[in-house]
């Protein structure tokens, strides 16, 4: 290849590799652990990490004791339901369920989703599931250098609304009266108007009432956010599933690989982030869902708290998946004997809905910025408004991704229909070029130099039929990082076979290789897009582009069937762009009579003839002969 290519392939492997690092680069702050004297001024009731049994406390008169409790959890679960109108009816819409021990929020189901449409059927999602410890149950003595306690509390219902349950129980060890209210929490805009995403969102208050004789010092209290895991074995593990937190103004994410170690680094049973700096939310998420927990008034802290566990997959034969927990500290506090201490949190579980997260920025800054787009979200963002929209429009997310593609061909046909007559000027250059190699068959450097003068001759920049794949490529993967969070797409059909956007779509399995369509026909349509391109550049060059659909194929095999539909759309929309283009009067070789100013190539290639022909006077210059006599 020609340097021009060199510059081309290096700016895309520098686009690719600066997302890359952008995505994986954090950072990680070191935190002290707790002075000895006040880790010893609280007493734990367990150490045992999240998710293992403990050892039942003690009842005492009238309180079940734990192991009772987690029995009456099984017998007579404690439930708060949402609902929503379908069809003039109000049905389920999430259902809270709670754990007596520890007064939280044991698991989130969602009733209009599924594990997985082509393995897992009927399966409805619930968030922190496989976790015993719950979502706001109290983390005492969160230290980097051991395991923190967990409430073992015995909770009771002592209050219930149509939208709200109040736990309250007694922790003998530490003499604190507890009360947590969990409140199902719509949010408004300024028309008044109920926020779609809120009916993901419940409040809780926290009220502590410090009953022994002396100060308690709470300053290594956290909630805890519960925990993240892939929902089905589909889901490709230790990829998508990350715990989080926004401090000073941007988010930091982590995924169970992190606590693992490698080569460059050892592992780590747990870490401690912190202090940090306008600590806004936290919380763990999968591939599709989050859990989000979001401090209000004064209850923020400055400590995050994620250690990783390994969690069983119920409705995958126990399947063992990596997972991330993660509690967020509160606020330093010394409460004085009989004081009343009150901590406020609002708690985001459900999908990952980018427009939803987006309307929840006016109420909640940043929250949508744990869709991760990267440093694409220029493209990603309104890929995935115009995604809506479209979908708004014709109900159909198959139709919104074929409305969407045939804008984006819209914006860049100026671009394409340039590339194409630029690379037919190329095309008809290629005999002269031809003649060079013939004439200079031992020399490519003197070849390269003819070829720049050609290519001013005529006024034909060797750039620009490149730019259109250029700019489809950063578009394809703005796209790509679209659907590896849109759970707007996961049980949607389009048509015919292809019955979830959200995974391949396999139609069957040939000596246990699925058999995918839609790839097929993308690569199809690319070979033939290309075959009605004009062939021009290097060997090499042609050589590369003719590689293409594989790389593409082989990329989007096993991907979410809709990357393949937009690639396939984009193909055909291309194809008829290329009809139309060549029903144009085509461009004819003839000497450039326009004086304008050069582009950057076209300096470029200047600068590449001057060094050339400065090689070249230097190597004769070297290998002349002194024939001078000597006198």
């Given at each position: 290849m020609d340097r021009t290519s060199w510059i081309i392939v290096g700016v895309c492997a520098a686009l690719l590799g600066l997302n890359v690092y952008l995505?994986?680069?954090?950072?990680?702050?070191?935190?002290?652990?707790?002075?000895?004297?006040?880790?010893?001024?609280?007493?734990?009731?367990?150490?045992?990490?999240?998710?293992?049994?403990?050892?039942?406390?003690?009842?005492?008169?009238?309180?079940?004791?734990?192991?009772?409790?987690?029995?009456?959890?099984?017998?007579?679960?404690?439930?708060?339901?949402?609902?929503?109108?379908?069809?003039?009816?109000?049905?389920?819409?999430?259902?809270?369920?709670?754990?007596?021990?520890?007064?939280?929020?044991?698991?989130?189901?969602?009733h209009n989703d599924i594990v997985d449409t082509q393995k897992v059927t009927d399966h409805n999602i619930t968030i922190n599931e496989a976790q015993n410890r719950g979502i706001g149950e109290l983390v005492f003595n969160m230290d980097?250098?051991?395991?923190?306690?967990?409430?073992?509390?015995?909770?009771?219902?002592?209050?219930?609304?149509?939208?709200?349950?109040?736990?309250?129980?007694?922790?003998?060890?530490?003499?604190?009266?507890?009360?947590?209210?969990?409140?199902?929490?719509?949010?408004?805009?300024?028309?008044?108007?109920?926020?779609?995403?809120?009916?993901?969102?419940?409040?809780?208050?926290?009220?502590?009432?410090?009953?022994?004789?002396?100060?308690?010092?709470?300053?290594?209290?956290g909630i805890f956010a519960g925990s993240a895991y892939p929902i089905a074995k589909s889901e490709p593990k230790d990829t998508y599933t990350h715990l989080f937190y926004h401090a000073d103004g941007s988010l930091e994410q982590e995924a169970p690989s992190h606590f693992t170690g490698g080569f460059f680094s050892t592992a780590k049973p747990r870490v401690l982030e912190g202090p940090l700096k306008d600590l806004t939310y936290a919380g763990v998420m999968s591939q599709y869902y989050a859990t989000i927990l979001i401090p209000q008034e004064q209850s923020a802290g400055s400590t995050v708290y994620a250690t990783r566990q390994e969690f069983p997959l119920a409705h995958e034969n126990n399947t063992l998946v990596p997972g991330v927990t993660l509690a967020m500290g509160i606020p330093n506090l010394a409460m004085a004997p009989n004081e009343i201490k009150t901590l406020t949190y609002d708690i985001y579980t459900g999908p990952k809905f980018n427009a939803y997260?987006?309307?929840?920025?006016?109420?909640?800054?940043?929250?949508?910025?744990?869709?991760?787009?990267?440093?694409?979200?220029?493209?990603?963002?309104?890929?995935?408004?115009?995604?809506?929209?479209?979908?708004?429009?014709?109900?159909?997310?198959?139709?919104?991704?074929?409305?969407?593609?045939?804008?984006?061909?819209?914006?860049?046909?100026?671009?394409h229909k340039k590339s194409y007559l630029a690379m037919k000027r190329m095309s008809l250059v290629q005999p002269e070029m031809a003649k060079l190699k013939e004439k200079y068959p031992d020399d490519p450097q003197k070849v390269n130099m003819e070829m720049m003068k050609l290519y001013q001759k005529y006024g034909i920049n060797p750039a620009s039929g490149c730019v259109p794949m250029l700019i489809q490529i950063p578009i394809f993967f703005a796209f790509y990082r679209v659907l590896q969070y849109s759970a707007e797409l996961r049980g949607q059909p389009f048509c015919l076979w292809m019955t979830d956007l959200s995974l391949p779509d396999t139609v069957g399995h040939?000596?246990?290789?699925?058999?995918?369509?839609?790839?097929?026909?993308?690569?199809?349509?690319?070979?033939?897009?290309?075959?009605?391109?004009?062939?021009?550049?290097?060997?090499?060059?042609?050589?590369?582009?003719?590689?293409?659909?594989?790389?593409?194929?082989?990329?989007?095999?096993?991907?979410?069937?809709?990357?393949?539909l937009y690639w396939t759309t984009q193909n055909l929309i291309s194809i008829g762009q290329t009809a139309l283009i060549r029903r144009l009067p085509m461009p004819v070789l003839a000497p450039s009579q326009k004086k304008k100013k050069p582009g950057f190539f076209q300096r470029m290639m200047e600068q590449q003839r001057v060094a050339l022909e400065e090689q070249q006077r230097k190597a004769k210059g070297r290998n002349m002969r002194n024939v001078t006599p000597k006198k």
């Open positions: 995505g994986n680069n954090k950072k990680e702050t070191p935190v002290t652990a707790p002075p000895a004297a006040v880790q010893q001024s609280v007493s734990p009731a367990s150490t045992a990490a999240p998710g293992t049994s403990t050892a039942a406390e003690p009842a005492t008169p009238g309180q079940l004791s734990v192991n009772q409790a987690m029995a009456e959890d099984k017998e007579n679960p404690i439930t708060l339901v949402a609902t929503e109108e379908v069809d003039g009816k109000q049905k389920p819409f999430i259902t809270y369920t709670f754990n007596r021990v520890g007064g939280s929020i044991g698991g989130v189901t969602l980097a250098t051991q395991d923190p306690s967990y409430d073992n509390t015995v909770y009771k219902e002592v209050k219930r609304t149509a939208d709200s349950v109040t736990l309250e129980g007694y922790d003998a060890a530490r003499q604190l009266f507890i009360s947590k209210t969990y409140t199902l929490h719509p949010v408004t805009d300024s028309s008044g108007k109920v926020l779609p995403g809120s009916k993901y969102i419940i409040r809780l208050t926290v009220s502590l009432l410090n009953k022994a004789p002396n100060v308690q010092d709470l300053r290594y209290l997260l987006r309307d929840l920025n006016l109420t909640y800054p940043a929250i949508s910025d744990i869709m991760a787009y990267g440093w694409l979200v220029f493209l990603s963002v309104p890929m995935n408004w115009l995604l809506n929209l479209f979908h708004g429009w014709f109900g159909n997310w198959g139709v919104a991704i074929i409305c969407m593609t045939i804008v984006v061909r819209a914006l860049i046909w100026p671009l040939l000596f246990g290789i699925p058999i995918n369509i839609l790839p097929l026909i993308m690569a199809v349509t690319m070979i033939v897009q290309m075959r009605m391109t004009p062939q021009a550049g290097e060997r090499s060059q042609r050589i590369i582009m003719n590689l293409m659909p594989l790389m593409f194929f082989l990329f989007c095999y096993n991907f979410a069937s809709a990357l393949a």
